[in-house]
Nanobody, 123 residues
């Protein structure tokens, strides 16, 4: 598994962005996937996770109802659709994959990480 995240950028509060994370080796079809973020001066935190089927999902309370994780097996890509963004969502966003099929909110359970993509939300 080799992950490459993209789609970050600068957006105004209330706007939307969609992050993408592709597996360049096309091998993560059976892996659970997740998105994490790290804001300046803060610890990295869980944002969203999905099982290998793309059926079971979990979200951090702070993003429920605004963010949606999804995956496209044919494209070996996981997405994070982010709506109603606020300045508090400003962070570097990381995609990650587990060696196992079911998602976790614990970053230590993820073995593979993308390089991160910056999301900045202006007020």
């Amino acid at each position: 598994v080799q992950l490459q995240a993209s789609g970050g950028g600068l957006v105004q509060a209330g706007g939307s962005l969609r992050l993408s994370c592709a597996d360049s080796r096309r091998t993560f079809s059976n892996n659970a996937l997740g998105w994490f973020r790290q804001a300046p001066g803060k610890e990295r935190e869980f944002v969203a996770g999905m099982d290998w089927r793309g059926i079971s999902t979990h979200y951090a309370d702070s993003v429920k109802g605004r963010f949606t994780i999804s995956r496209d097996h044919a494209k070996n890509t996981v997405y994070l659709q982010m709506n109603s963004l606020s300045p508090e969502d400003t962070a570097i966003y990381y995609c990650a994959a587990r060696r196992y099929s079911y998602e976790s909110v614990n970053q230590d359970d993820y073995s593979y990480w993308g390089q991160g993509t910056q999301v900045t939300v202006s007020s």
